[in-house]
């Protein structure tokens, strides 16, 4: 086949989820499959790392897409033409966005419907952007796969989709994760926590990740155990991330939680395996990527009982209510007094993060893209 894919994601030094996703699941892809030929579409000059072999072929399509009117450009303007001189038999889009005029059968990877459960936490430009093309980007397809079944269940009720054009595959965790060494992990602990133990959470700050919920339920732990512990926030700060700053300059814990920023590679796996443990209560996953994370590196996690999260965690995760603060630092105080819940957790986490792979994912759309191809 000749697979033309959407690459404008892998991005050196500024990848997140969907990113990362785009990146685990080609670069096995292109590996298990050399007889075919695979075009990689970038909106920007490309890094070398990307072309993962010889039988991919990167293409650059201007202009940068970074903005609806220039996701409109690019998809609906440039690609077409674009797919057509490269006489493409699919095209694969990972990032939620496709082309409705693109001539090629389409597998679009839609991870998740946030726009429509939280449409005030983007701007009035990208809502009326995502609420106008995406029911139009999931008709569209040929196929359609997601990271779970929770999205999956969502795109159904939203667009009224066949539940057989949808399939289910999943996020994986990069081998990057392992867990760590007492003597490794109190040095990760003296360069971040003052040497302390800490919770950890990693994602965009951004109100529908509840970050700052989580901060008020780390002030009630602190208050009801008196517990000489930190809390961690690893990633960007993302649109509207006032609440989170109001709730910490409120905090009278200020000086126990730190902002790291965005963790690349060289730091976000020391970081994640040196954690007490891990907290995840979004308000909204269609998968959450940093709960494997801490699963693999043997570290508990604490997460959300709604949407995708409990698909995710399994029995591994001490699930609460997002919503709850004191449920949330009730969690918290559950793991940092019971040492047998503790080490229960650990060891169902490992098991648990196990049922997730890249190549199951990898495998997963490739058979999407056969089908796909065949019609």
């Known amino acids: 086949m000749r697979i033309a894919v959407n690459t404008r994601l ?3 030094g500024k990848m997140e989820g969907m990113g990362w996703f785009t990146h685990e699941v080609l670069s096995r892809m292109v590996a298990a499959h050399p007889e075919d030929a695979f075009f990689f579409l970038f909106d920007r000059p490309y890094d070398p790392s990307f072309v993962f072999a010889k039988n991919v072929t990167p293409v650059v399509v201007s202009p940068p897409a970074r903005h609806p009117f220039l996701f409109y450009l690019w998809f609906e303007r440039r690609l077409p033409a674009v797919l057509s001189s490269l006489r493409a038999d699919v095209f694969l889009s990972p990032d939620n966005f496709l082309s409705l005029r693109a001539k090629p059968p389409t597998v679009l990877v839609t991870h998740d419907l946030a726009p429509f459960h939280f449409p005030e936490q983007i701007t009035p430009l990208q809502r009326w952007y995502y609420h106008r093309y ?7 397809a040929e196929e359609i796969v997601t990271v779970s079944h929770y999205t999956k269940q969502d795109i159904v009720r939203h667009f009224g989709i066949a539940e057989d054009k949808i399939t289910v595959a999943c996020n994986g965790c990069r081998d990057i994760f392992r ?4 003597r490794e992990k109190q040095a990760v602990r003296e360069t971040f926590a003052d040497g302390k133990p800490y919770f950890l959470y990693v994602g965009a700050v951004h109100p529908r990740k509840n970050v700052h919920g989580l901060i008020r339920a780390f002030d009630i732990f602190k208050q009801n155990t008196g517990a000489d512990a930190r809390l961690l926030i690893g990633g960007r700060f993302a649109w509207k991330a006032g609440e989170v700053q109001q709730a910490f300059e409120s905090s009278p814990f200020k000086a126990d939680i730190r902002f790291l920023g ?7 796996p020391a970081v994640t395996g040196a954690a007490f443990a891990a907290v995840y209560v979004s308000f909204f996953e269609g998968f959450g ?8 590196c043997g570290v508990p996690v604490i997460t959300s009982n709604i949407t995708s999260m409990p698909e995710v965690a399994g029995n591994a995760g001490l699930l609460v209510d997002p919503h709850q603060p004191e449920d949330i630092a009730n969690g918290m105080q559950q793991l940092w007094e019971d040492r047998h819940l503790y080490q229960e957790k650990v060891v169902a986490g490992i098991a648990q993060e196990q049922l997730f792979t890249w190549e199951r994912a990898s495998d997963t759309i490739y058979d999407a893209l056969r089908r796909a191809a065949a019609k």
């Open 179 to 182: 867990p760590l060494e007492d």
């Open 10 to 12: 892998l991005l050196k």
């Open 289 to 296: 990527i940093p709960l494997l994370e801490a699963m693999r």
């Open 134 to 140: 995406i029911p139009k980007f999931n008709r569209r």
């Open 262 to 268: 965005y963790l690349g590679n060289d730091k976000l």
